[in-house]
T-cell receptor, first 116, second 111 residues
Framework: DVKVTQSSRYLVKRTGEKVFLECVQD?????MFWYRQDPGLGLRLIYF???????EKGDIPEGYSVSREKKERFSLILESASTNQTSMYLC???????????????FGPGTRLTVL | AQSVTQLDSQVPVFEEAPVELRCNYS??????LFWYVQYPNQGLQLLLK??????LVKGINGFEAEFNKSQTSFHLRKPSVHISDTAEYFC?????????FGKGTKLTVNP
């Protein structure tokens, strides 16, 4: 079974801190994604990556950056956390075969981040 | 551009009743359609997907969905729900480089 793990289930940080959220997948997937989930807004894509050292902006990249130095690991970085970044963060991965579409995304359990 | 509309934000039903969760999409290209489920305090898991072929797609836990191209819909159905089906359900469309998710429907199954 595909396994996507996230470094923390719950995280509390203070405004202005630099925050790292880590995601690791064990199925050799090419594609990795970071979403944030807020009540009534569904999932919104922050950044995604199709290959090592590659990244592309999603729908809401402002205030975030990402790093993908190894195929299995995709990190989300909040350079200076703010209270409006309090949210649930979900990581996902998918196979890059047959193009980039039509392939199921596998999700991690999520990290609930609170910024005080 | 692609978009997904889930027409109901909350759906309460009684146990053993049938349920339909509605999803409409818009896309200018060929579509791939997905339904995901999220149980409390968990990530999303795939219920079913439509890529091509038969328009009636069967998934896990007794759920099924029908792709209707003329109505641009992909409604999710289950003939008899259980308490354990209480969760949030997300419809998603792909066809370009990534998935676009709807805002979710919270299904609550009451005894």
């Amino acid at each position: 079974d595909v396994k996507v793990t996230q470094s923390s289930r719950y995280l509390v940080k203070r405004t202005g801190e630099k925050v790292f959220l880590e995601c690791v997948q064990d199925m050799d997937h090419e594609n990795m994604f970071w979403y944030r989930q807020d009540p009534g807004l569904g999932l919104r894509l922050i950044y995604f990556s199709y290959d090592v050292k590659m990244k592309e902006k999603g729908d809401i990249p402002e205030g975030y950056s990402v790093s993908r130095e190894k195929k299995e690991r995709f990190s989300l970085i909040l350079e200076s956390a703010s209270t409006n970044q309090t949210s649930m963060y979900l990581c996902a991965s998918s196979s890059g075969t047959s193009g980039r579409v039509g392939n199921e995304q596998f999700f991690g359990p999520g990290t609930r981040l609170t910024v005080l | 551009a692609q978009s997904v509309t889930q027409l109901d934000s909350q759906v309460p039903v009684f146990e053993e009743a049938p349920v339909e969760l509605r999803c409409n999409y818009s896309s200018s290209v060929s579509v791939y359609l997905f339904w995901y489920v999220q149980y409390p305090n968990q990530g999303l898991q795939l219920l079913l997907k439509y890529l091509s072929g038969s328009t009636l797609v069967k998934g896990i836990n007794g759920f099924e969905a029908e792709f209707n191209k003329s109505q641009t819909s992909f409604h999710l159905r289950k003939p008899s729900v259980h308490i354990s089906d209480t969760a949030e359900y997300f419809c998603a469309v792909g066809g370009s480089e990534k998935l676009v998710f709807g805002k979710g429907t919270k299904l609550t199954v009451n005894p």
